[in-house]
């Protein structure tokens, strides 16, 4: 049994130097705040804690002369009584380190190679929260003590909370007690202005979860590329839930999440060019490709920034940078990680079925993670892509700096480093998008069960409409109006269907029947395309300026009449985004939607025909129509929409909402293309 921590007198972690103590205080506490505000995520006091003891243990490795030395890291995660344990057996603190080790930018790490070293996680942990259990073992000689109320301190306006001290106090944790050196620390989660305020926001509940979300955003995730490889550390974790059940999970060593490692069928894409070269080598067809390099659910590869930047090299990607930016990445020694998956159905699925976390928490998914010294650092920026945009959520790009300086809460770099990395993201993105042709294609598998019961409701729809017709004539029993009944702009979906229906009553859309607009289990509503001759009435004049181009009824001077087809209704176009990449809808099965706004989530999977543009539309096939959706990546016709927003702006503001229109599809090439 290791010896017991000697109780010590209470002491003050922020002993004033001499001169004027108000003032120290009062300087020591704006230090203090201005540290926590570079400290803004839910992950920042899992990644200081683990961060701490990864740096510990690989010192102690480093240092030890002893044989036999097991590198082990222990955490705990209490979500019935909230509190996050990590203990170590590394290289532990000295007395004068224990006092002082939360003094704010006072480090006792090694910069060259530890991964925190500004003196500041220390401080977010004692200061950020208002209960901290410490206790560190170094040559045989224990200490422990806690501090509590130390965030209510530093918030505290009225300079009636005294600066809390350090009290001595033994922490109980089986792991530290059972250790030799090593260090162990317990935050609690209580009080006000923390965060996180609990450990129930994720979703998470089991180990397996916890530790899926800890390599994907805390240093237990390391990033090691190119021939590099993590240090073996064990590392248990345990997580005790509301109903005080625990479970476990262990890993040999600290690596992240990667994509390639967590989805089936995948390949390396490095693989993929050495197979076509040896096609090539031997006169061979290249074009033939086997069935293992067909139909996959991603591809991937890794990269220096040598590679990236050697013409001559069989890289795929090829980024333009400029001297001074080439000069950037190759100091910083970058090394580039990306995934690209078929579609962002992949990423919703993994995170929803497979990891379970609370809906709208993605730990993987399509952005740029930056990353140095093996970690990765703040949160997924996106891929500034400009063309083929929809990619930008489907690719997952790593880039790792060697050694780069982000600020203090961790979370940013210097701008320059930013759009270095960014400029390979979309290089990255872009060379991988060449090889899209490997991937399958979103909506491939498709449930025929739920496909015959889609068929099954048309049937019966139309022969409803068949055996029960609606027809209502006669000579002066309907009073045309120029002002539609509705005075208010739509606040929910049934005001876009209210709307729409009052825009076919009075005419000002045309030629559009509605078949029904009872609700399948699906879907909204059925509808057909019926015009008939005189095509006067529909065709784009200056008083019917949503008409359509009379070329379209060159070949059809008996009128036109389509087959019966479905019709969706939203309050944005988000709504059927999102049920679309959630597989709850399927695009191929929508051809016509109403909505009132449209949103920004299309851009993920489409490009835009913006029919109001009179550059555009001739494309209009559908009286009153605004806009028409392509797939991104097929380039095919998905569904014409109308967004009654803008074609009530065109009607009454026609320069500018012509004006916004062409916004819509303007844009600069991309890097690497």
């Known amino acids: 049994m290791a010896n017991e921590p000697t109780a010590l007198e209470t002491w003050d972690p922020l002993a004033e130097s001499p001169g004027d103590e108000g003032l120290f205080i009062a300087a020591q506490r704006r230090e203090i705040r201005n540290i926590l505000k570079s400290y803004t995520g839910y992950y920042d006091l899992f990644a200081e804690l683990i961060q701490n003891s990864l740096d510990a243990v690989e010192r102690r490795q480093e ?16 979500l019935k009584n909230p509190s996050v344990t990590v203990s170590d057996n590394g290289i532990g603190m000295e007395l004068s380190q224990f006092k002082s080790f939360l003094r704010p ?10 991964r925190g070293c500004k003196g500041v996680g220390a401080t977010y942990l004692g200061y950020g929260f208002n209960h901290l259990e410490v206790a560190t073992r170094k040559g045989g000689k224990a200490y422990s003590g806690k501090i509590v109320d130390g965030r209510k301190w530093v918030e505290d306006k009225t300079s009636t909370v005294a600066r809390p001290k350090v009290e001595s106090f033994n922490i109980i944790d089986p792991f530290f007690e059972a250790g030799d050196d090593g260090t162990t620390m317990r935050i609690r989660l209580i009080g006000e202005n923390i965060r996180p305020k609990d450990l129930k926001w994720i979703g998470a509940t089991d180990a397996k979860q916890w530790m899926s979300v800890l390599r994907a955003v805390t240093p237990l995730g390391g990033i090691y590329l190119c021939s590099e490889r993590a240090n ?3 590392v248990k974790l345990t997580v005790i839930d509301s109903e005080d059940k625990s479970s476990e999970d262990t890993i040999e060593a600290p690596e ?15 693989e993929f060019i050495k197979y076509q070269e040896a096609k090539v080598a031997k006169g061979e067809d290249v074009t033939l490709v086997p069935a293992k390099y067909k139909g996959l659910s991603g591809i991937w590869g890794e990269w220096t920034i040598t590679e990236m930047l050697d013409r001559k090299s069989k890289c795929p990607i090829q980024p333009r940078l400029d001297s001074h930016e080439e000069e950037l990445a190759k100091s910083l020694d970058i090394r580039l990680y990306i995934f690209l998956a078929f579609s962002v159905e992949l990423w919703d699925s993994y995170n929803d079925n497979t990891i379970r976390l609370r809906r709208g928490h993605r730990l993987l998914r399509g952005g740029l993670q930056l990353a140095t010294r093996h970690m990765p650092q703040g949160e997924l920026l996106t891929i500034p892509m400009t063309n083929n945009i929809g990619f930008q ?28 990395a960014e400029k390979l993201s979309v290089s990255a993105t872009t060379a991988l998008r060449k090889r899209y042709n490997l991937l399958r294609k979103p909506g491939q598998t498709r449930n025929f069960g739920t496909e015959i019961k889609l068929q099954e409701w048309i049937r019966a729809q139309e022969a409803h409409a068949k055996a029960a017709p609606l027809c209502i004539t006669g000579k002066g029993l309907f009073c045309p109006t120029e002002i539609l009944p509705i005075v208010s702009e739509p606040i929910v979906e049934q005001d876009v269907v209210a709307l729409f229906n ?24 059925l509808y057909k395309i019926k015009m008939k001759p005189p095509f006067d009435k529909y065709i784009i004049a200056e008083n019917n300026p949503l008409g359509i181009e009379s070329e379209a009824f060159a070949d059809h001077s008996d009128g036109v009449e389509t087959i019966v087809k479905i019709l969706e209704y939203k309050f944005t176009l988000d709504g059927l985004i999102e049920e679309i990449q959630s597989g709850m809808k399927s695009a191929a099965d929508v051809s016509f939607v109403v909505v009132w706004e449209m949103g920004e989530k299309w851009r993920a999977l489409y490009d835009v025909v913006p029919y109001l543009d009179p550059d555009h539309r001739h494309h209009r096939i559908i009286h009153g129509s605004t806009h028409g959706f392509n797939d ?9 929409v109308i967004i009654l927003k803008d074609l009530i702006e065109f009607l009454t503001n026609r320069d500018e909402c012509i004006k916004k229109q062409r916004s819509l599809i303007e844009s600069e090439p991309e890097n690497g293309e």
């Open 63 to 78: 240092a030890s002369l002893t044989t036999g030395y097991k590198p082990s890291i222990n955490i705990v995660i209490d």
């Open 105 to 114: 930018n006072l480090s006792y790490k090694n910069d060259a190679t530890s």
């Open 232 to 234: 073996k550390i064990q």
């Open 256 to 270: 992240y999440l990667w994509p390639h490692s967590q989805i089936s069928k995948t390949i390396d894409l490095r």
């Open 393 to 420: 959520n489907m690719a997952h790009v790593i880039v790792s700096f060697a050694d780069a300086e982000p600020d203090l809460g961790r979370k940013g770099f210097q701008p320059d480093q930013v759009r270095v």
């Open 502 to 525: 009052q825009m076919l009553s009075a005419g000002l859309i045309r030629g559009i029947e509605l078949i029904s607009s009872s609700q399948h289990e699906q879907y909204d509503g």
């Open 632 to 640: 991104s990546l097929s380039g095919q016709h998905v569904f014409d």
